[in-house]
């Protein structure tokens, strides 16, 4: 079993900065891509960012320039660092984690955006 624990949300300013962090812990051979997904009220989780484990990275468009995905291989770490941060990325975000067949997930992190 694996368990991924988050940390880093919080209430910003627009055009603030935040930096999530996510650590997978438990049974773990090898960890294959991790991602960032976030998800609004009434809404279905959406992707923000994942990384393989060679570090090929990917990122929605609402996000591409601002957020920065990475990870720490050693560690069983990913992070996301969000920049020029808007009142929508105000939602919960979820980190995951492939472990060959299966994906965990986070219990989730709220970030806030005030205008």
């Known amino acids: 079993q694996v368990q991924l624990v988050e940390s880093g949300g919080g209430l910003v300013q627009a055009g603030g900065s935040l930096r999530l962090s996510c650590t997978a812990s438990?049974?773990?051979?090898?960890?294959?891509?991790m991602g960032w997904y976030r998800q609004a009220p009434g809404k279905e989780r959406s992707l923000v960012a994942t990384?393989?484990?060679?570090?090929?990275?990917s990122y929605a468009a609402s996000v591409l320039g601002r957020f920065t995905i990475s990870r720490d291989n050693a560690k069983n770490t990913v992070y996301l660092q969000m920049d020029s941060l808007k009142p929508e990325d105000t939602v919960v975000y979820y980190c995951?984690?492939?472990?060959?067949?299966?994906?965990?997930w986070g219990q989730g992190t709220q970030v806030t955006v005030s205008s």
């Open positions: 995951n984690a492939q472990v060959g067949p299966n994906v965990y």
């Open positions: 990384i393989t484990a060679r570090g090929t990275k």
């Open positions: 438990g049974t773990i051979s090898a960890i294959d891509a």
